[in-house]
């Protein structure tokens, strides 16, 4: 893998697999490690970019760190930029591995229940940490990507307006209608984010595969679409920055179409001894009913229906993970 110098660019640490080293970034400015608060005097809505709740993902690193670089600051109500977990990206940084967490899956613990809990672990202690700002959220923008190659993928959860907020902001080829996983509650999935009759918002965009140069240009690109829907000003050297560095518009290309997968499985492993056997992507179709894709044991697991889109199945997962979530095409 070819290495970054110190210097490189965000495009540069991307096409090279790494991404900007924790002391690149500046002190909190809220007492927060790794979140950084900002607000206007005017009143309006509390805004959250988060990456890194897996130490592997990078692309939401770069990121936020071209956001600190280019000093975006709201016109009116708050925005907080957030490292969900830096202890697992300074673990992947020093060890080059996959490195998803340290103890735990960050992605599962956001059921109220888990959360006031004991903070006996790594990912506990800073799910607790990250608490207030999640209550204080209107809407949220939280940043990943994926082990297989594939599309950019908005996993909205199940409520409409999360959707239709997806559409309005017009970031990921696929918006996925989902419930989330058997072993635990996603970032997305916090209550707040989850209420029949409130208005604040999550999304959890998939912005490519690990690594990858354009997952950091979709993931900049998805942070201006949201930044310029509430009227927030784009700095010029951000605009340049996209345009120098990715070769791409910051807000004002024009938008992919979106199709909606609704999810009708999701398949958890139940035993140690599961195999993966379908395509290596992160979404497929398998136009034929009954068509062999995993085993699980000596369960074999089929496609249900025709046209059944697989999405992002675990080469390699345990019992009580997910292995892979089965989908039809909504839209």
């Known amino acids: ?127 607790q940490d990250l608490l207030p700002f999640l209550q204080a959220t209107d809407f949220l923008l939280d ?26 902001l017009c970031i990921g080829d696929y918006l996925i209608a989902d419930p989330g996983h058997a072993a635990g509650r996603r970032m997305r999935d916090f209550g707040r984010f989850c209420g029949p009759n409130a208005h604040h918002t999550a999304l959890l965009l998939e912005c490519g595969q690990h690594q990858s140069h354009s997952a ?38 024009p938008p992919v179409p979106q199709q909606v997968v609704t999810i009708t499985d999701t398949i958890t492993v139940r035993t140690d001894n599961y195999r993966y056997l379908g395509p290596k992507k992160a979404l497929h179709t398998v136009t034929e009913t009954g068509t062999l894709i995993a085993r699980d044991g000596d369960r074999a697991i089929t496609t249900p229906y025709p046209d059944c889109i697989l999405l992002m199945p675990a080469l390699q997962a345990s019992p009580g993970q997910t292995a892979v979530r089965l989908g039809r095409l909504s839209r």
């Open 1 to 127: 893998m070819p290495m970054a110098s110190e210097n490189s660019s965000a495009a540069d640490r991307a096409a090279a697999g790494t991404g900007p080293a924790l002391g690149d970034f500046p002190p909190t400015n809220c007492g927060t490690p790794y979140v950084w608060r900002f607000d206007s005097p005017a009143p309006g809505p509390v805004l959250m970019i988060s990456a890194a709740v897996h130490g592997n993902e990078v692309c939401g690193v770069h990121a936020i760190k071209t956001l600190l670089d280019c000093a975006i600051t709201p016109q009116t109500g708050t925005i907080i930029l957030a490292l969900a977990n830096p202890d697992a990206y300074a673990a992947h940084l020093a060890r080059g591995g996959v490195n998803r967490y340290v103890d735990q899956d960050m992605n599962r613990l956001w059921a109220d229940d888990m959360l006031a809990q004991p903070a006996g672990d790594c990912e506990t202690r800073r799910c």
């Open 216 to 253: 950091v240009a979709v993931a900049l690109r998805a942070c201006l679409r949201l930044l310029g829907f509430f009227g927030h000003k784009i700095p010029e050297k951000l605009e340049k920055t996209m345009q120098e560095q990715f070769h791409l518009g910051a807000v004002k290309d």
């Open 143 to 168: 940043l990943h990507s994926m082990t297989l190659e594939g599309p950019p993928l908005v996993l909205t959860g199940l409520m409409p307006r999360a959707r239709q907020f997806a559409e309005q």
